[in-house]
């Protein structure tokens, strides 16, 4: 609830969003002598607590993990979190913050105004000199356009409101989507001992041991994760592709869908047609699979490179070779009459909803234009954002460079603001 002071009151900061890079820049902002206003539309961790499967946890490894001034604090450094395990680390990292959050108030609106911006809320309107937008950019998950055309006896699930294969009912699930949420969803349910069907896309992945270390060791210390986004060759390519599958499951381990076909899982192409009692697949599951496997292979050859480069001493592992392949002939699809369907859970990824904000900071494609995180609106940024500078600017690895960054910004320009604010004041004692 916020009171009548927050309302009156023309803040010099407001940050919208209490997960790690909005508690992050409040953060970095009080360490400049700032004390934003953070809103929070729902509790802190709701999205990690309410928006994923119960079995989920994090990819990369715990001591990635470096908000700041409070990195991992736990006794598993090389571990994965859990669900609630990471829950509990943002919300000890609330605490450790001390801001001024104000959960369950909700931003409607926000536009500008000649002193800044203006906020309409849940709780009423605040006024603000500057304002980080931290909600990041993940909102509204985006199902395939046939979903509409599934039988209604069919129980439908976004990624986000699947929790176990005990809540679904009896019967064979169909997955659509092999990138991380669909191939840890697929296994979820596989290792239950479900019939599971996953539509698997162009999803690339990963390893995750790699000649005595994790991938992201290796990577890390080959500077892969502090390399802006600048310096790809196609930095607008870069933001939209699909993350790499692998887990953190089971001490960390790489997700193999060949094996797991071997097993039992039924894969299949990409999701083509959807009749009353049909459902049809591309004939593209082998160069899927390829390509997935290409991929996993330029990352394994680049370590190699740079292990080399770097005279390091590290075991040598066999080079990959796969292990099954998709069956010659026209996958049938599925019988839905045969077999019905007890579910389909659409793992097809989410679309950002900034609809709210009515200030010209977007590309027209509905993303904000920004150089990291600062938009052409005088005291607008984005944080948290996939991509914002590094391929950590939306995870807990990298979300801290980018929040101090725009918290010295942010102190910068106050400062300035508040300098040219004196001298008016001094120009208008004068002229009196």
Known sequence: MLNSA???DLHQVVVIGAGQAGLSVSQALQQHGIRPLVLEKNRIGHAWDQQRWDSFCLVTPNWQCQLPDFPYDGDQPQGFMAKAEIV??????AQHVGADVHEGVAVQRLSQTGSGYR??????????????????????PRRHPLAERLPTSVLQLDARDYRNAGSLPEGPVLVVGSGQSGSQIAEDLFLTGRTVHLSVGSAPRSPRMYRGRDVVDWLDRMGYYAMPISEHDDPRSVRAKTNHYLTGRDGGREIDLRRRAIEGLHLHGRLAMISSDRIRFADDLSRNLDQADAVYCRIRSSIDSWIEKQGIEAPSEAPYSPCWQPPDGQDPGLDLTGEPLAAVIWCTGYRSDFSWIDVPVFDGSGQPAHD?????????????????HTWGSGRFCGVKDDALYLARLISLRLKRRDASQERLECTALLGS
């Open 372 to 388: 990291r995180g600062v938009t052409q609106s005088n005291g607008l940024y984005f944080l948290g954002l996939p991509w914002l």
């Open 6 to 8: 927050h309302h009156s």
């Open 119 to 140: 906020l309409l809320t849940s709780e009423g309107e605040v006024r603000a000199q500057q304002v980080v937008v931290a909600t990041g950019g993940y909102h509204t």
């Open 88 to 93: 509990a680390f943002l919300r000890r990292f």
